[in-house]
Structure formats: structure tokens, C-alpha cells
């Protein structure tokens, strides 16, 4: 509990669950929509609230997280939001140091080279209090939300992870990461097991903290082949939700939806379909036709307009829209961007976004 008597019982009673609903593949009155990096630069709200303040400060601030989640709800009619936080804060609670540079991004000074560099991370995370802010985050914001639409938590994916710990920021090769794949399979497994481990714990953390919804962000799937994927990134990530969900069942609580984003993964889609999560996020590579095929209606789908497709005029923003409601149907479907909004995007853009899935949605499940 907290200090102003906040506990993460009785939170307030959801009203609008149609996120959760299509997640699941039950019907919705509209298609739900929400977008990646919702709580972002985009908003001059967002950029005043984090002016001269440190990122990863703000990130341990249960009260600035809170308030950047919910701007975007105060602006957009959005179905879900989304917890303001960062996928670095698990290997910070590892003990690596990792900073983040303006016009550079996450750095981590002193990252692995080596195996032996495995020695420097904590051999044992205590998750509760490492990650302790993120739950408080998520509780408060449970409370402040007052029942509007669902709170998302989220955290990386082990390879997704590691690539940034061994490359030591963001690359566009990740061959540093890749090396390890190559030259070092056993200690690549080892600290891709450790990552695993912590991040159940993460995630059930989440969960009892208020989150109504996960997804697992592996954001790095691109640079692998379907090979190195199946043996460094899906057993991982099949780990991940099949332990999250038995130890729910064995603590009495609540099944949550589970999302994937596996970015650029369309060598995967069958793979990931068959991997114990409800929902498949994709990014815009991918045509809405083809993924319902080769998912077989095993999953709902999440996704996956072109986020630069928010430069168009609005008028074009909801052609685009009504060509993809239309390409992946009503059901079991929840509308976002195949990436997340870039800093220099016009919140109007984003706004006729929202608008334009809930009007044609609604204008789609009427001629059923």
C-alpha cells in the first residue's frame, strides 16, 4: 500500500473493456484502438511535464508516470493506455548503469563484451524492490484512471534486452549482439534465462499491481533469421507468457491478455500464433489479409498502420484506416500503429486516427 492509503484493491470499475473484449476475440460495439508510445514528445503536454528532468528519474516517479499516462486519455477518446515507463529499467535492475542522451538515446557506458562481463550482473534481482516503482506506477494509475479504459503493462523481450546490453545503445546491425549468437551460444542462453526469470516476475508484479494487460515488446526481431530466431528469441518468449499464466492460476488471480510484438517477425507469424498469447501485435509490413490467413483465427491481431502514414492529410489518414479495418475485420482486432509515434507528429493527426477507427469500425459491425 502507499503512503495516501492508495492499496491495489478496489480500484475503480472498468467502463469500457472493449480493448480486453477483442483481445479475447469476443465482440465489440467498435474496433478498440490505442497506439504505441501514446505518452510520448508528440505531446507538448508530455515534453513540459519532462522538460530538464532526467528520463530514468522520471521513470522512478510514480506521480510523473502516472500524469504522462494519462495525458494522451485527456486529449483522445483512446480504448486502452498504457503505462509510461522504459524496457532499460529491467537491465538497470541488473546493475548495469544505462543512461539516457539527448540525441543520442539509452547508452550503457560499460557494456558486455565478453561472457565473463555475465559475472558483473546481479546474481539474484529482488524484483519487488528493484522494480518497486513501476508497481507503484501502475497501482496509482489504476486509481487516478478512474475506470475510463484498461492500464497496459509492458516490459522487453529477452533478446531484445540483451542486444542492448552487449551493443551498449541502439545499432542498426546489432552485430555485436549477433557475435555472441555465433561465438557464444551457452552464454548467450545463460543471460537470455536470466532475463526470462526476472521478467516473469516483472510481468506478475504488473499484474498485481493493477495492470489489466501485457505485452512483451521484442522489438529486435528483425535482424535475426527464422533459425537463430527459433532458438534465441521463441522458446523465450513462449516461456514467458506459459509461466506468467500458470503462476496467475496458481495465485488465485485473473488471466490477463497477453500481446507479442515481435517487430519485423513476418517470418514468425505462424510460430508466434501457437505461442500461448491472446493478441499478436504487427508492424506495418505486414498485409491484415495475409496475417489472418497464416494465424488461422488462433489469435486476435493488434496493429498495424504505417505510423508515417500520420503525416497525411487527415482526410487520406481515414482512407488508410477503412483499408485496414477492412483487411483484418472487425473481430478479435484492436487498431494501432506498426511502430510507435514519432516525436515530430501532430497530435490532430493522431486524434483523426482515433476518430477514423471508431467511425468506420462502427460503420463496418452495422452492415454485419
Not at 21 to 41: I, L, N, S, Y
Not at 62 to 79: G, I, M
Not at 255 to 269: E, R
Amino acid at each position: 500500500t502507499f503512503s495516501d492509503g492508495l492499496s491495489s484493491l478496489d480500484f475503480p470499475e472498468l467502463k469500457n473493456d472493449s480493448f480486453l473484449r477483442a483481445a479475447c476475440g469476443e465482440e465489440t460495439q467498435h474496433v478498440p484502438v490505442w497506439c504505441m508510445r501514446q505518452a510520448g514528445r508528440y505531446l507538448p503536454e508530455f515534453r513540459e511535464t519532462r522538460a530538464a528532468k532526467d528520463f530514468f528519474e522520471t521513470c522512478r516517479s510514480p506521480e510523473a508516470c502516472c500524469e504522462l499516462t494519462l495525458q494522451p486519455l485527456r486529449r483522445f477518446p483512446l480504448d486502452a493506455a498504457i503505462i509510461f515507463s522504459d524496457i532499460l529499467v529491467v537491465p538497470q535492475a541488473m546493475g548495469m548503469d544505462v543512461q539516457m542522451v539527448p540525441g543520442k538515446g539509452p547508452t550503457f557506458p560499460e557494456p558486455l563484451k565478453e561472457p565473463d562481463d555475465l559475472q558483473r550482473l546481479r546474481a539474484k534481482v529482488d524484483v519487488a524492490t528493484e522494480l518497486d516503482y513501476v508497481f507503484k506506477a501502475i497501482t496509482l494509475t489504476r486509481h487516478k484512471i478512474e475506470g475510463k479504459v484498461p492500464l497496459i503493462g509492458f516490459t522487453g523481450a529477452p533478446w531484445t534486452l540483451m542486444t542492448y546490453m552487449i551493443e551498449g545503445g541502439g545499432s542498426t546491425t546489432h552485430s555485436k549482439a549477433k557475435r555472441w549468437l555465433y561465438l557464444y551460444p551457452e552464454a548467450s542462453h545463460k543471460l537470455l534465462k536470466q532475463l526470462t526469470d526476472i521478467i516473469v516476475e516483472y510481468l506478475l508484479g504488473q499484474v498485481e499491481a493493477g495492470a489489466q494487460a501485457l505485452q512483451v515488446f521484442e522489438s529486435h526481431t528483425g535482424c535475426l533469421g527464422p533459425a537463430e530466431f527459433k532458438e534465441f528469441s521463441l522458446p523465450y518468449l513462449r516461456d514467458i507468457a506459459r509461466r506468467v499464466k500458470d503462476k496467475l492460476k496458481d495465485s488465485g488471480l485473473d488471466n490477463v491478455p497477453m500481446i507479442v510484438f515481435a517487430k519485423d517477425g513476418h517470418y514468425a507469424l505462424e510460430d508466434l500464433s501457437e505461442s500461448h498469447y491472446e493478441v499478436m501485435g504487427l508492424d506495418w509490413t505486414i498485409d491484415p489479409r495475409s496475417a489472418r490467413e497464416r494465424t488461422g483465427g488462433k489469435v486476435s491481431l493488434q496493429g498495424n498502420m504505417d505510423p508515417c502514414a500520420l503525416y497525411a492529410p487527415k482526410e487520406q489518414i481515414g482512407e488508410i484506416v477503412k483499408r485496414m479495418l477492412e483487411g483484418f475485420g472487425t473481430r478479435g482486432y484492436i487498431a494501432n500503429l506498426g511502430h510507435g509515434l514519432y516525436p515530430d507528429m501532430d497530435p490532430e493527426h493522431v486524434g483523426a486516427f482515433v476518430e477514423a477507427v471508431h467511425t468506420h469500425s462502427q460503420r463496418l459491425l452495422k452492415l454485419k
